[in-house]
Nanobody, 119 residues
């Protein structure tokens, strides 16, 4: 019923910038929060940033001051602006949405997109 489609990641040099987007489509009554997670090979998936319906945000300590999460509510789309990228940011980035679909509250995941930071 619901799909989260992420934009393509890419290869970025250290210090560079990249913006990811995630669009939710399907039967959506309301979105409570949307966020971004990432997972590097051999490591656990970790929260990068999340934004609530009220606009409050939370960031992982490792990305504070460098990443910015935002949402275009009318489009059910969330963005992650990544600046001053570091090699440690290399991971598969997953979009997540906490939403109501057909009166059921569930978490949905995007397909994941690879972001590689390397010189």
């Amino acid at each position: 019923q619901v799909q989260l489609v992420e934009s393509r990641g890419g290869l970025v040099q250290p210090g560079g910038s990249l913006t990811l987007s995630c669009a939710a489509s399907g039967i959506i009554f309301s979105i409570n929060a949307m966020g971004w997670y990432r997972q590097a090979p051999g490591k656990q998936r970790e929260l990068v940033a999340v934004i609530s319906s009220g606009g409050s945000t939370n960031y992982a300590d490792s990305v504070k001051g460098r990443f910015t999460i935002s949402r275009a509510n009318a489009k059910n789309t969330v963005y992650l602006q990544m600046n001053s990228l570091k090699p440690e940011d290399t991971a598969v980035y997953y979009c997540n949405a906490d939403l109501y679909s057909d009166y059921v509250r569930r978490n949905y995941w995007g397909q994941g997109t690879q972001v590689t930071v390397s010189s």
